[in-house]
């Protein structure tokens, strides 16, 4: 049973505007989360994180917002640009060793 | 900058064969893991090791096992390669246990 969801396969979006990615997850003991970022025949890079004490990081034109109420976290990429075609995925942990990542989001930014 | 080196990037194997994936990062993080990526599923984890000759399983262990026999290396080891297990594997590491995971460039898989 996948604790992470990425329920959006797909996301197109233009040049210039905003992206915005969401994750729900349900383990409510997941206490860190994390965004990569991955193109084709590449490993997946860090882009981002939070800490469930904050709501909030910002990190260039890139921000992760946390609900914890809602068990819920999304990325904004503001302008989005060409260069950020590519799969996102959204992983939590809960200070253990491992990662659980949702199924990934492919981002299309249209110029 | 840390460096998770992946020894093949693209492998053909036939249905059987015993197939080796290699590993090595050089910041000597304590924890290594393997992941597999398959379109649709994401990320999920093979094997992890915590430590030098540690191993735990993760969420999909069947068919695979791991060896650590030192820090800096982690292999995947598949006992008899299927064709279920065409797919993109990825290694991992991290310092500690809630940090930051960094992984290699990956290896392709293609089982026939």
């Known amino acids: 049973d996948q604790q992470v969801k990425q329920n959006s396969p797909s996301l197109s979006v233009q040049e210039g505007r905003i992206s915005i990615l969401n994750c729900d997850y349900t383990?409510?003991?997941?206490?860190?989360f994390l965004w990569y970022k991955k193109y084709p025949a590449e490993g997946p890079t860090f882009l981002i994180s939070?800490?469930?004490?904050?709501d909030k990081n910002e990190d260039g034109r890139f921000t992760v917002f946390l609900n914890k109420s809602a068990k819920h976290l999304s990325l904004h990429i503001v302008p989005s640009q060409p260069g950020d075609s590519a799969v996102y995925f959204c992983?939590?942990?809960?200070?253990?060793?491992?990662?659980?990542f949702g199924a990934g989001t492919t981002v299309t930014v249209r110029a | 900058d840390v460096k998770v080196t992946q020894s093949s990037r693209y492998l053909v194997k036939r249905t059987g064969e015993k197939v080796f994936l290699e590993c090595v990062q050089d910041m000597d993080h304590e924890n290594m893991f393997w992941y597999r990526q398959d379109p649709g599923l994401g990320l999920r984890l093979i094997y992890f090791?915590?430590?030098?000759?540690?191993?735990e399983k993760g969420d999909i262990p069947e068919g695979y096992s791991v060896s650590r026999e030192k820090k800096e290396r982690f292999s995947l080891i598949l006992e008899s390669a299927s064709t279920n297990q065409t797919s993109m594997y990825l290694c991992?590491?991290?310092?500690?246990?809630?940090?930051?995971?960094?992984f290699g460039e990956g290896s392709w898989l293609t089982v026939v």
């Open positions: 939070i800490s469930s004490i904050k």
């Open positions: 992983a939590a942990s809960s200070n253990d060793y491992k990662l659980s």
């Open positions: 383990n409510s003991m997941f206490d860190y």
């Open positions: 090791s915590y430590d030098v000759k540690m191993k």
């Open positions: 991992a590491s991290s310092r500690a246990a809630g940090n930051t995971i960094y």
